[in-house]
């Protein structure tokens, strides 16, 4: 399986390549009045009109003290749709018995397992799951 890896402040995620249409540096945002609090707004990519999500708030990640310099666009059920992330780090192929699944007692459903580095530890996301709740 192969992965972007992303940084979220201090943590890292990952979300499989299969779901990634593009990664883009960042762009004007235009905002939407009285859209919901995890919507940034709307970006504007080669003619195509994406909404932007704010992934910190929809994971619970307190933002960094940086600016988020990335967006990674996202195929959702034929739409895309715009994450924000402070960096994408990189691409890797991970083997399916290094990632280690999280226990049925995790309330977070979008949580596909842990990949687990020698040196780090990656959260792998499900991101249709995560962007249902």
């Known amino acids: 399986m192969q992965v972007v890896v992303f940084k979220l402040n201090d943590e890292q ?6 779901k990634v249409q593009s990664i883009n540096d960042m762009m004007v ?3 939407v ?7 940034m707004g709307l970006i504007n990519l080669r003619g195509n ?7 910190n708030l929809i994971l619970d990640v307190s933002k960094s003290d940086s600016q988020q310099n990335n967006i990674i666009i996202l195929e959702m059920q034929e739409e895309l749709v715009g994450i924000a992330v402070d960096q994408v780090d990189e691409v890797l192929d991970v083997v399916e018995e290094l990632i280690e ?3 049925e007692l995790n ?3 979008y949580i596909k397992g842990v990949i687990n580095f020698n040196d780090r530890i990656v ?7 995560l962007l249902q709740t």
């Not at 995620?13 to 299969?18: C, H, L, Y």
């Not at 009045?33 to 919507?39: A, C, D, G, L, R």
């Not at 009109?49 to 992934?55: A, G, H, K, Q, T």
């Open 13 to 18: 995620f990952a979300v499989e390549t299969a």
């Open 29 to 31: 945002i235009t905002k």
């Open 33 to 39: 009045p009285k859209s919901k609090e995890h919507i």
């Open 49 to 55: 009109v994406i909404s932007l999500l704010d992934v």
């Open 101 to 103: 699944k999280v226990g």
């Open 107 to 109: 309330k977070k459903a």
């Open 123 to 129: 959260t792998l996301i499900d991101i249709d799951k």
